[in-house]
């Protein structure tokens, strides 16, 4: 009894299509959002995340459309992010049926948008998503927020980033290791520990699971209040219910 | 007449509440309405509300919604919804702000010193995901969910009923806190029941055909 950890499956969209690649790039077709979002409902998703990835700015309403149909459909949390620079970005997002928004390069271009959006819709729906590659500062292991899907460094130190967002009102952190995205190897549990350590928010571990005993790692040893996966969901190497099985079997708390 | 008034002021996501209510009520009229005329004709009516406590009561006043409220809590079946179960109460910690006064008691922040789970692990807040509600006395809208079902949360100010008959559901977030009341024609949830897939539906169908009398069904 209690709170639950959260599993909740990542849906990177395009042209109205879901896809996943490794390391944001080579980028398979895994489906159609709908469908997807209502096996994941069926099979015990906690909380479903839709990332819009779509280069081009002419198709940015096709994810307003995706979001309206699947949240009159599926009946849990929706969040939604990608291509966030504006409060009304976020509002339209909402109005389409996104509980929570997610920003992450506008929220380094422009910290401000963090504050405004969380005074105006609530912290609750205010999420920051934080891109975070390991690198050499010193003795200890640091990690530099990265933006643009990956591309570009930004000299901030990622801990930091993240106090400082949760300072402006983020309600939770989608934290991504760079260094794990799409390598199968496992959350960089260290990074997920730092966060969930410095922060009094949620975390959400994102980047890098391969198999069940990672998303187990990520609550048990990250710390983390919630781990994201997309490919072992995709690609039907296991159900969602098969993951909240192995972690109830390791004691931690879930809602099956 | 529209069948159910979903009320709004300005404050959140109220398409997710609308949606759920018209999955589980095909047919129905449901009005996303600021009109209080709207509000006092509907049969029934859905108070939810995302945000701060001073932003929502700020809102509600300045739209001229609070009567409307108020005499739709004393008339009809009423769920109110996270924020629409906090602001019933007298007052909230949260901005120093006075409430409906609908039911008696105040609004209160978890504290960060108890945030502890029994090994010691920090507890974050909002307390946010789904936990268990258990059902602390019978309710015509607790017909068909299990004791303990798990309903989605997100929130970091509980109500704190100065009359203990209000309650009639908790959560453990690490301690015991009241997360829904009933009263007469009024059912109010901390959690979201919009979000909290087949339970929360459940409850929302419920809802749709509840007569609005708080008494336990006799079998």
Aim: proline share 5%; glycine share 10%; with cysteine.
């Amino acid at each position: 009894m209690g709170l639950a950890k959260r599993i909740i499956p990542c849906l990177d969209v395009t042209a109205g299509r879901v896809v996943k690649g490794v390391n944001f790039v080579n980028l398979r077709d895994a489906g159609d959002p709908v469908e997807i979002a209502r096996r994941y409902d069926d099979q015990g998703a906690d909380e479903l995340t839709f990332l819009d990835i779509t280069a081009s700015s002419d198709d940015r309403d096709l994810i307003l459309h995706i979001i309206e149909d699947v949240a009159a459909q599926v009946f849990i949390p929706l969040t939604v992010g990608g291509g966030v620079r504006q409060p009304n970005d976020v509002l339209r997002l909402l109005n389409a049926g996104a509980d929570k928004v997610s920003i992450n390069t506008s929220a380094v271009s422009n910290p401000q948008l963090v504050k405004d959006c969380s005074d105006r819709f609530g912290s609750q729906c205010i999420v920051v998503a934080i891109d975070a590659k390991q690198t050499v500062w010193g003795a200890q292991p640091r990690w530099e927020v990265f933006t643009h899907g990956g591309r570009r460094p930004t000299g901030l130190d990622a801990v930091e980033w993240g106090r400082k967002m949760q300072d402006l009102g983020a309600g939770e952190i989608l934290l991504t290791s760079m260094d794990r995205d799409g390598a199968k190897i496992g959350f960089d549990l260290n990074l997920t520990r730092a966060f969930s350590d410095a922060l009094r928010i949620p975390v959400i571990a994102s980047g890098g699971v391969g198999n069940l005993q990672h998303l187990c790692d990520g609550v048990s040893k990250g710390g983390a209040d919630a781990v994201l996966a997309a490919s072992i969901f995709h690609f039907g190497e296991y159900t969602v219910e098969q993951a909240k099985r192995a972690m109830a079997e390791q004691g931690i708390e879930v809602r099956l | 007449m529209a069948d159910v008034a979903v009320v709004d002021y300005g404050m959140g996501n109220l398409h997710s509440v609308a949606k759920a209510v018209e999955h589980v009520a095909p047919g129905a009229e449901v009005v996303v309405t600021s009109d209080p005329g709207a509000i006092l004709a509907a049969k029934r009516v859905v108070f939810p509300g995302q945000g701060a406590a001073r932003d929502c009561m700020a809102a509600i006043n300045d739209r001229g919604l609070r009567e409307a409220i108020v005499q739709a809590a004393a008339s009809k079946p009423f769920l109110g919804i996270c924020m629409g179960l906090q602001v019933l109460f007298e007052h909230s910690e949260e901005g120093d702000t006075p409430c409906l006064g609908v039911f008696p008691g105040n609004v209160v922040r978890f504290p960060d010193e108890r945030m502890r789970d029994d090994q010691g692990n920090k507890l974050k807040v909002p307390h946010m995901g789904w936990n268990n509600v258990r059902q602390t006395r019978p309710h015509p809208l607790w017909t068909g969910i299990d004791d303990g079902a798990r309903f989605y949360f997100v929130h970091s100010f509980y109500v704190d009923p100065a009359d203990p008959a209000l309650a009639i559901g908790t959560s453990s977030y690490p301690y015991d806190f009241v997360c829904a009341c009933a009263r007469d024609n009024v059912f109010a949830v901390q959690f979201h029941p919009e979000k909290s897939a087949a339970a929360g539906l459940r409850l929302l169908a419920n809802f749709v055909t509840w007569d609005g009398n708080s008494q336990p069904m006799s079998l």
